[in-house]
């Protein structure tokens, strides 16, 4: 399984940046597909993560109503679109595949790839 993630960048806060994670050799429709991030120092946090196929989202609460989740199947590519970006949002963000039924949790995600770095300034 082999995932990358790309978009990263430097930013204002109040920005926005879109990130996308292209995967293979997996079925991409058959995992619901999460994304994570990890700040220096700290452990990797759930960000939020969408349903194999219908669609349905999920998101920790610190970033509600500012991040949304998107994927295109038909490319193995999931989408993370940010808005109302903050300083403290500014870390490493994974994308990563589960089949658990906690998906929704940030539950089951076992394959890592490369990040992509995203650091908001004040």
């Known amino acids: 399984v082999q995932l990358q993630a790309s978009g990263g960048g430097l930013v204002q806060a109040g920005g926005s940046l879109g990130l996308s994670c292209a995967a293979s050799g997996l079925n991409f429709r058959n995992y619901h597909m999460g994304w994570f991030r990890q700040a220096p120092g700290q452990e990797r946090e759930f960000v939020g993560a969408i349903h194999r196929s219908d669609g349905a989202t999920y998101y920790a609460d610190s970033v509600k109503g500012r991040f949304t989740i998107s994927r295109v199947n038909a490319k193995n590519t999931v989408y993370l679109q940010m808005n109302g970006l903050k300083p403290e949002d500014t870390a490493v963000y994974y994308c990563?595949?589960?089949?658990?039924?906690?998906?929704?949790?940030?539950?089951?995600?076992?394959?890592w790839g490369q990040g992509t770095l995203v650091t908001v300034s004040s």
């Open positions: 990563a595949p589960s089949q658990n039924v906690n998906w929704r949790m940030g539950v089951g995600y076992n394959y």
